[in-house]
Every structure is written in C-alpha cells, then in structure tokens.
C-alpha cells in the first residue's frame, strides 16, 4: 500500500516577525531599553509638535493684507504666527529696494538661470539634441511671453549658442580635431581676443554711440577668447562654459543697467533673495577657479609660488570670514589711491571668493593628491605641458573626486552669505531684520526667521541632495 | 666643425625658451616682483591715506585709555582702561563662549551621533530629522532667531520665568546663584586635588596588575569614591565652608547673583545646537567606518555590548572622528566672531568694532584681531594634533 506523504500546511509566521506588529517589535520596542526611548521620543513629539504646528499652521493667519488684520486675529481666536507680514512684504524680502517697475530685469535673470541649470544639471532628463532644442524653444517662449519679445530674443540666443559654438569650434579646429584655434601661440590668441574686442569697441562707437558698446565688446572677446582657446567640444561642455562666463555677463549688465536702454539701478538698492543668489553664485563661480589656482600653487615644485600659496591658504583658514569682511569694507578703501572707490558689494564678492577659494584649494588638493602618479608621469612621458597635463589629465579626475568636498564648500558659502549683512549689505537675513524694525509691523520676528530660515533651508537641502546625486553618478561610473 | 657648432649653437638657443628650469626661474621672478610690486603700491597708499587723515602708525595707542564700556569682561575693566585691556577683554570673552560651545556641542554631538545608528527607528529619525534641518539654516540666522525671537520678547524682570527660586531667566539674561567661597574652602580643593592625583595612580597600578596577574581590581568604583567622599568629609569638617547668592530682585533688576548676558546665551546655544549636528556627522561616520568583523570577533570572545563598544568600537572610532573634529573646533572658534551682530562683547565686536571706530587705527587693529586668530587656532590645531597622534594607528598595517 502506497501512503502519500502530505506535507502538513506552513504555520503562520509568528505575529512578532511579520507586517505592522513585526516592524513595531524589531524598530521600536525590541528590549526594554529601546521601549523607554522610544516612550521618550513619543513624548517628546508630543510636547514639541503640536504647539508648533497650531501656531505655525491651524491657528495662524493668512488673509488680510496689512497690519490691523492680524491684530484682528490675535484679539479673536487665531493666536498663531501672522503670515501676513511676510506676504505684504514679499516684494522686499525677495527683491530688496530693486524699484518696482525694473524687478522683471531680476525676474528676468533667475528665469533664465533656472532653465539654464536645468539643461546642465539634469542631462539625462534632457540628452538627446532634440529635447534640447524644444527646452530652448520652451524657455524662449515663456520669456518673450513674460518679459516681451528682446528678452526672449536673448534666451534664444542663449540656448542655441552652445551649437553654433559646438558647430564653429569643430569647423575651426579641422575635421581632424587638429589646427585651429588652440594650436596658435598664446600672444597672438591674447592679441587677436584684445583685438576683436577692441575693433568691436570701436565700431559701435563709431555707429552707435558710446551706449551698450562696452558690453557687446565683452561679448565678442569673450566668443573670441572661447573659440581660440578651446577645441573641438560638444554642445553640452559649451553649456557649461557659458554658464560660468556668458550668463553672469549677461546678469551683470541686466541687474545693473544703464545699457540697451535699461536704467541704471545700483548696487545699493539690490537686496533680499536676489542679492543672496548674486552673492552666493558669484561666489561659486569665482572661488573655484581661484581655488584651482591655489591648489595647483600649493603643489607646485617651485619655492616661490609654493610658499605664496601655502601661506595664503594658512592665513584665510585661521581667521573667521567676518574679519575678512571686516578688512574688505575698512581696510580696502586704505590700501586703494584716494579717488578710487570701489562698490561695497564688490568688495564683499572679492572677500568671499578669496575666503572660499582657499577653503576649495584644500578640497581639491585631496583630489589631486588621491590621483596615482602613473598618471602625471603618463602624460610627461607623452611631453604634455604642464598646463595641457593638469587640464586634460589630472584635473578632470582629481574634481570628480572631490565633488561632496566642493558640495559641501558651496553649501557653506551659501549660507555664509548671510555674513554679508555684518557690513551692512541687505541679504535675505538682513533685509529680514530691517523689515522687522518697521515701526508698522513690530514684533513679527519669529515669522521673518522662520521664512527666511525655510527659504535657506529649502537652497541648501537641495544643495547636498544633489551632491549625492552626482556621487552616486560619478560612482557607478568608475565600477 | 664649423656646422656642428652652429647646430649645437641653435640647440641651445632654442632649449633656453624650453628649458623647465629656465622658465620656472623666470615666472617665479615675474610673480615675486608682481608681488613686490603690489605690496609697494599698497602700503604707499596705506601711507598717503593714513597722513591725509592724521593718523599716526604704531602700536603706541595700545596704552591709551580706550574711553568705553563693555558689557560683560571677566577681568577688571572700565572705560578708563587701556585699548590693551579691552583687547583681553575681547579675547577673554571669544575663549569663554567658544569653550562652552565645545565642551556642550561635543556631548550633545557625540550622543546625536550615537543616537541616529540606534536601532530604535524612531529615535533615529528624530535625530536625522533635527540633524537635517539645523545644519541647513545659517548659523547667523540662528544667533539673531535665539537673540531676537526667542530671548528679547521674554518678560522683564519682574515676572522672570523662574526655576526653584533659584535661577531666573527673563530679558536681562539668565540669572544664577553665585558660590561665595570661604578661606576654609581651601582645603575641600586641596582635598579634591590629592583624591584626584591618588585615584589616577590606583587606575594606573590597576592596569599593571591586571597584565601582571590577570586579576581585575575595580578601580574605577574605588577612585569614583574617593574622589566624591574624601573632599566631602573634608567639606563638613571645615564646617561647610560655601554659601551661594541667590539672585534676588530688587526693584526692577536682579541683584547678587551671577548674570548670564541674553547675548552670552544666544551665542553659546546657537553654536552649541548648529556644530552639535557636524560633529553628529563625523561621530556616525567614525563609528560606521569601523568593521563589523570587529564587532563580530569582540561578541564571539563574549565581550558585552558595552565592552565591545568601549574596548573595541570607541577606539577605532576615535581614529577617524579626530581630524574633522579638530577642524570643526576650529570652524567653531572663528564661528564664534558672529557675535558682532549681536553685540555679544568678543574679540571682533570690542576690538575691531568699538575700538576701531574710537581709534581709527585700521591696519594695526585688523592685524592683531587676524594675529590673534591665527594664533588660537594654531595652539587648538596643535594641541588636538599631539592628541590625534596619541589615538592614531600605531605601528605599520
């Protein structure tokens, strides 16, 4: 006789290994010990949560536009936060003193920032030529749709000048990728860059007027000084490029005017959010290649260059960045012969990109020394200059490295921006502090902190959220 | 031979314009005369500026009687000291809040850091939560929150929050009873002194007999008492040589008592909570760069849990938290010059704010305040480097 041998059926797994109950015994009470913390942590949320959340957001008031609307509130049952402060004052905190009718110039510059990141800080999003293309077209649109048909002109420009670079780069430089530009000698690429400049100059001068003549000049040299240096690149490397050098002359002369018949508006009356991103992307901008510099310095084998740069980064590591902004704004103006001013901003920037860049210099000196010397001796062996061999070779690794380091640089810098209030420059925190002192509206300090500590928080979590995008990205790629 | 010489001739021609050496040599010296020559420029017009306005150079002003007042000093000063005395005075006050600021964000760093890789979820996420938020806000904006928001709408004296009757905070600061010490006092120190001295030798003859002869002797417990019962036997022979001075108010300030400036304490919290969450990271990071077999191998030789942590995971731990907690003392320091914009009496605010303005002596004053600087944070530098080399990897691989 044949007995079939049934298996008997699977028990249900015990209530403490699976779903809800499972996850809350092996997260939250698996001893004793971890039982009472996390009592403690329940209580906590409790006692904390709560009052916030009723003051920031259930009994807080947000209609009204002036002051006697939020008195209104408090005398009646709303005794939350009064966020109407904020909102009669968005135009300041985000714009400063810019006057009203010329703040579309700012409007204008972050639009095209923002959908300038987006095509270089999203590539995978945006890869094929196409999509590039209709990115353009949508960022053209929607700026001649907000600012009128000259702004979205300049968009235009803007975007579809990395393939008409990409294109003239490759038609200079050969089929070959050689010839061309870079191979001329380098005083003659300085002499032809000063020269179109010049001959630019010059011809608006001579039909235009003096108006707007300095700034296409830029422009020109600057085109020039790009396709004499450069070789064959692709469009989305030109992207980069001319985001580090076309768009902030592009900012430049649209925040500060008095060009192309835009009104000059000084530096004195920019403030707020606008004046933090200026401050902050300038900074970037201008620290990292001064930080490259330093730290190729500090490398370097000659004794001269190599003691100027380590003490330099020595010197700016030891002291806080407010005695550096301190001497920018009181001893700048000592060290300058009596009739040249500079702007006080300006004196800021230069401050803070000598401060960060030598914060960077360390960072990327790591990088540099994490490179194996088969490579430096690779690209002697091939008789490479030195310059050819950091740029081509060694750089491009050694910052790919680094990349959480610099991350973690530009969070700082951004929020040490907020330094710049010390020598009376209106950031965001510093015209938070003068809208506060508004005989109208006392006594809504906690409301301004707290907006302006949410607009940070909100630049700087995206920050390091990014770096670990791009360190994850990078990582893959080395495996 | 004629030819030759020539080609060795244009060989040596055209390799000085190539030779490394020659061109290294020649861009140091143009970099050096730049430098030469901007440093010139500048101190001509240093110079120019300094005559037209009538300031004389010099450190001479340093004994000059300073003529203002400073709101909290730890050593005698009025207005009638020298620009010298408030520069101590200055200098005093950013070590006094840095070092409240290291010694509480080092605890409340180490624990947030321990904390986050608990294994209770909750409790983690509440540290990542406030870890996440409190590291991206500036640290300015914190000062002037705690300043401004916090601390300034508090009630006046009057109906000061109150603690036991013994501590009070309210606008003014935070009040706390002052310990008055008696001549007999001395001898409870002394006491302390040689309990401790003597509870250090037990710990080490300890460990000594514990290699010789495998032995333990617990001489933590024995030296824990010793150094809480010998002074306090010492204490109430001598009588109970302490008494305290309790703030009490008087009109409409507190008297007696010590007053911890709203300035003081909005500077030491902010930097406390804001380098809490770096040193956090570093703590985590150290304890996570430690190996599992580690762990493993010190709970197969049946080390309990807190062994294993003390004798195994610390250790390692402490190799790579070290460095960037060195660096973040230091960020701390410089961190702590942010009092200028609340006017919390540091080196920035009373030196190269107050005094600058009342001398007018620019240069000197901004190379002394960046001297001075320099100066703390090479000795932290140094002092935490003899100690990273202390915990370092000794030995080879």
Same mark, same amino acid.
């Given at each position: 006789?044949?007995?079939?041998?049934?298996?008997?059926?699977?028990?249900?797994?015990?209530?403490?290994?699976?779903?809800?109950?499972?996850?809350?015994?092996?997260?939250?009470?698996?001893?004793?010990?971890?039982?009472?913390?996390?009592?403690?942590?329940?209580?906590?949320?409790?006692?904390?949560?709560?009052?916030?959340?009723?003051?920031?957001?259930?009994?807080?008031?947000?209609?009204?536009?002036?002051?006697?609307?939020?008195?209104?509130?408090?005398?009646?049952?709303?005794?939350?936060?009064?966020?109407?402060?904020?909102?009669?004052?968005?135009?300041?905190?985000?714009?400063?003193?810019?006057?009203?009718?010329?703040?579309?110039?700012?409007?204008?510059?972050?639009?095209?920032?923002?959908?300038?990141?987006?095509?270089?800080?999203?590539?995978?999003?945006?890869?094929?030529?196409?999509?590039?293309?209709?990115?353009?077209?949508?960022?053209?649109?929607?700026?001649?749709?907000?600012?009128?048909?000259?702004?979205?002109?300049?968009?235009?420009?803007?975007?579809?000048?990395?393939?008409?670079?990409?294109?003239?780069?490759?038609?200079?430089?050969?089929?070959?990728?050689?010839?061309?530009?870079?191979?001329?000698?380098?005083?003659?690429?300085?002499?032809?860059?000063?020269?179109?400049?010049?001959?630019?100059?010059?011809?608006?001068?001579?039909?235009?007027?003096?108006?707007?003549?300095?700034?296409?000049?830029?422009?020109?040299?600057?085109?020039?000084?790009?396709?004499?240096?450069?070789?064959?690149?692709?469009?989305?490397?030109?992207?980069?490029?001319?985001?580090?050098?076309?768009?902030?002359?592009?900012?430049?002369?649209?925040?500060?005017?008095?060009?192309?018949?835009?009104?000059?508006?000084?530096?004195? $009356?920019?403030?707020? +959010?606008?004046? *933090?991103?200026? #401050? %902050?992307?300038? @900074?970037?901008?201008?620290? =990292?290649? !001064?930080?490259?510099?330093?730290?190729?310095?500090?490398?370097?084998?000659?004794?001269?260059?190599?003691?100027?740069?380590?003490?330099?980064?020595?010197?700016?590591?030891?002291?806080?960045?407010?005695?550096?902004?301190?001497?920018?704004?009181?001893?700048?103006?000592?060290?300058?012969?009596?009739?040249?001013?500079?702007?006080?901003?300006?004196?800021?920037?230069?401050?803070?990109?000598?401060?960060?860049?030598?914060?960077?210099?360390?960072?990327?000196?790591?990088?540099?020394?994490?490179?194996?010397?088969?490579?430096?001796?690779?690209?002697?062996?091939?008789?490479?200059?030195?310059?050819?061999?950091?740029?081509?070779?060694?750089?491009?690794?050694?910052?790919?490295?680094?990349?959480?380091?610099?991350?973690?640089? $530009?969070?700082?810098? +951004?929020?040490? *921006?907020?330094? #710049? %209030?010390?020598? @009376?420059?209106?950031?965001? =925190?510093? !015209?938070?502090?003068?809208?506060?002192?508004?005989?109208?509206?006392?006594?809504?300090?906690?409301?301004?902190?707290?907006?302006?500590?949410?607009?940070?928080?909100?630049?700087?979590?995206?920050?390091?959220?990014?770096?670990?995008?791009?360190?994850?990205?990078?990582?893959?790629?080395?495996? | 031979?004629?030819?030759?010489?020539?080609?060795?001739?244009?060989?040596?021609?055209?390799?000085?314009?190539?030779?490394?050496?020659?061109?290294?040599?020649?861009?140091?010296?143009?970099?050096?005369?730049?430098?030469?020559?901007?440093?010139?420029?500048?101190?001509?017009?240093?110079?120019?500026?300094?005559?037209?306005?009538?300031?004389?150079?010099?450190?001479?002003?340093?004994?000059?009687?300073?003529?203002?007042?400073?709101?909290?000093?730890?050593?005698?000063?009025?207005?009638?000291?020298?620009?010298?005395?408030?520069?101590?005075?200055?200098?005093?006050?950013?070590?006094?809040?840095?070092?409240?600021?290291?010694?509480?964000?080092?605890?409340?760093?180490?624990?947030?850091?321990?904390?986050?890789?608990?294994?209770?979820?909750?409790?983690?996420?509440?540290?990542?939560?406030?870890?996440?938020?409190?590291?991206?806000?500036?640290?300015?904006?914190?000062?002037?929150?705690?300043?401004?928001?916090?601390?300034?709408?508090?009630?006046?004296?009057?109906?000061?929050?109150?603690?036991?009757?013994?501590?009070?905070?309210?606008?003014?600061?935070?009040?706390?009873?002052?310990?008055?010490?008696?001549?007999?006092?001395?001898?409870?120190?002394?006491?302390?002194?040689?309990?401790?001295?003597?509870?250090?030798?037990?710990?080490?003859?300890?460990?000594?007999?514990?290699?010789?002869?495998?032995?333990?002797?617990?001489?933590?417990?024995?030296?824990?008492?010793?150094?809480?019962?010998?002074?306090?036997?010492?204490?109430?022979?001598?009588?109970?040589?302490?008494?305290?001075?309790?703030?009490?108010?008087?009109?409409?300030?507190?008297?007696?008592?010590?007053?911890?400036?709203?300035?003081?304490?909005?500077?030491?919290?902010?930097?406390?909570?804001?380098?809490?969450?770096?040193?956090?990271?570093?703590?985590?990071?150290?304890?996570?760069?430690?190996?599992?077999?580690?762990?493993?191998?010190?709970?197969?030789?049946?080390?309990?849990?807190?062994?294993?942590?003390?004798?195994?995971?610390?250790?390692?731990?402490?190799?790579?938290?070290?460095?960037?907690?060195?660096?973040?003392?230091?960020?701390?320091?410089?961190?702590?010059?942010?009092?200028?914009?609340?006017?919390?009496?540091?080196?920035?605010?009373?030196?190269?704010?107050?005094?600058?303005?009342?001398?007018?002596?620019?240069?000197?004053?901004?190379?002394?305040?960046?001297?001075?600087?320099?100066?703390?944070?090479?000795?932290?530098?140094?002092?935490?480097?003899?100690?990273?080399?202390?915990?370092?990897?000794?030995?080879?691989?």
């Amino acid at each position: 006789m044949i007995r079939e041998w049934k298996p008997k059926p699977a028990q249900p797994s015990p209530i403490l290994e699976t779903g809800f109950g499972g996850w809350l015994a092996k997260n939250l009470f698996s001893s004793i010990g971890n039982s009472c913390l996390t009592l403690l942590g329940i209580a906590f949320l409790l006692w904390a949560l709560p009052p916030f959340l009723r003051w920031a957001i259930f009994d807080a008031n947000w209609g009204g536009d002036s002051r006697s609307a939020c008195d209104a509130a408090i005398e009646g049952v709303k005794t939350g936060a009064c966020w109407v402060f904020i909102k009669v004052r968005a135009g300041v905190f985000l714009y400063g003193f810019y006057p009203e009718p010329e703040r579309w110039r700012v409007d204008f510059i972050f639009v095209l920032l923002a959908f300038a990141l987006l095509q270089v800080l999203v590539p995978t999003l945006l890869h094929p030529t196409r999509r590039q293309f209709a990115l353009g077209l949508v960022a053209a649109g929607s700026a001649a749709a907000l600012f009128g048909l000259i702004p979205g002109g300049v968009v235009l420009l803007y975007f579809f000048l990395p393939f008409l670079l990409a294109w003239l780069a490759g038609w200079i430089s050969g089929p070959a990728g050689r010839g061309g530009g870079a191979e001329l000698a380098v005083p003659l690429r300085v002499a032809l860059v000063l020269g179109g400049g010049g001959v630019a100059y010059l011809l608006i001068i001579s039909f235009f007027g003096r108006e707007g003549a300095l700034a296409i000049a830029l422009f020109v040299a600057l085109l020039a000084g790009l396709l004499l240096t450069t070789r064959r690149m692709a469009a989305a490397t030109w992207r980069w490029i001319l985001l580090g050098t076309l768009y902030p002359l592009l900012a430049y002369f649209f925040l500060l005017g008095g060009v192309f018949g835009l009104p000059l508006v000084e530096t004195h $009356f920019w403030g707020g +959010l606008s004046l *933090t991103l200026v #401050v %902050a992307g300038s @900074g970037m901008i201008t620290a =990292l290649p !001064i930080g490259i510099l330093l730290a190729l310095g500090r490398r370097s084998r000659l004794p001269v260059i190599n003691t100027l740069c380590v003490s330099f980064i020595e010197f700016v590591r030891g002291v806080p960045l407010v005695s550096v902004l301190f001497m920018a704004s009181v001893m700048f103006p000592l060290l300058l012969p009596e009739n040249v001013n500079f702007d006080k901003l300006l004196r800021a920037l230069v401050g803070i990109a000598f401060f960060y860049a030598a914060y960077m210099a360390e960072v990327i000196r790591g990088g540099l020394q994490a490179i194996p010397k088969g490579q430096y001796e690779a690209a002697e062996a091939l008789g490479w200059t030195y310059w050819k061999m950091m740029g081509l070779i060694i750089l491009p690794q050694a910052l790919r490295l680094v990349i959480p380091g610099l991350a973690n640089n $530009f969070l700082s810098l +951004l929020k040490d *921006t907020t330094l #710049v %209030a010390v020598i @009376g420059l209106l950031d965001l =925190l510093g !015209i938070a502090k003068a809208a506060m002192a508004d005989v109208q509206w006392l006594g809504f300090t906690k409301e301004a902190y707290i907006f302006a500590g949410l607009v940070f928080w909100i630049f700087c979590f995206a920050i390091s959220r990014y770096s670990v995008y791009l360190e994850r990205k990078y990582h893959t790629s080395y495996q | 031979m004629l030819s030759k010489d020539r080609d060795k001739e244009q060989i040596g021609r055209g390799s000085l314009l190539n030779d490394a050496g020659f061109r290294a040599g020649v861009a140091q010296a143009v970099v050096l005369l730049i430098l030469v020559g901007a440093v010139w420029f500048f101190s001509y017009n240093v110079y120019q500026n300094l005559t037209r306005a009538g300031i004389t150079t010099g450190f001479a002003f340093l004994s000059q009687p300073a003529g203002f007042d400073v709101s909290q000093s730890l050593i005698d000063y009025s207005s009638r000291s020298t620009y010298a005395d408030a520069l101590l005075v200055g200098i005093l006050n950013t070590l006094l809040v840095s070092a409240m600021g290291i010694v509480c964000s080092t605890i409340l760093g180490f624990f947030l850091g321990v904390i986050r890789l608990s294994p209770n979820w909750l409790v983690a996420k509440l540290a990542a939560a406030y870890t996440e938020i409190i590291r991206n806000i500036p640290l300015l904006l914190q000062i002037l929150f705690w300043y401004l928001a916090i601390l300034a709408p508090l009630p006046g004296p009057r109906l000061a929050l109150h603690f036991g009757e013994l501590v009070y905070l309210c606008n003014r600061g935070l009040q706390v009873p002052r310990p008055l010490f008696a001549e007999e006092f001395l001898a409870t120190a002394v006491t302390l002194f040689f309990a401790v001295l003597l509870s250090l030798l037990l710990i080490f003859w300890s460990r000594r007999h514990q290699t010789r002869t495998g032995r333990r002797f617990p001489a933590y417990w024995v030296s824990l008492a010793l150094v809480v019962v010998l002074p306090l036997a010492t204490f109430t022979l001598t009588g109970s040589p302490l008494t305290w001075e309790i703030p009490t108010l008087s009109g409409f300030n507190f008297s007696g008592g010590i007053t911890v400036l709203p300035e003081l304490l909005a500077l030491w919290l902010a930097l406390t909570l804001y380098t809490a969450t770096f040193i956090g990271e570093y703590v985590r990071s150290g304890i996570m760069a430690v190996d599992r077999g580690q762990i493993e191998a010190a709970r197969a030789l049946g080390h309990r849990p807190w062994m294993t942590y003390r004798l195994v995971v610390i250790p390692q731990a402490m190799r790579v938290v070290t460095p960037p907690l060195i660096s973040q003392y230091l960020t701390l320091v410089k961190n702590s010059s942010l009092a200028v914009v609340i006017g919390y009496p540091d080196l920035v605010h009373v030196f190269a704010g107050t005094a600058l303005n009342q001398s007018g002596q620019a240069v000197e004053i901004i190379a002394i305040t960046m001297a001075v600087y320099l100066t703390i944070s090479l000795l932290i530098s140094l002092l935490m480097n003899w100690y990273n080399r202390a915990v370092a990897m000794r030995g080879g691989q």
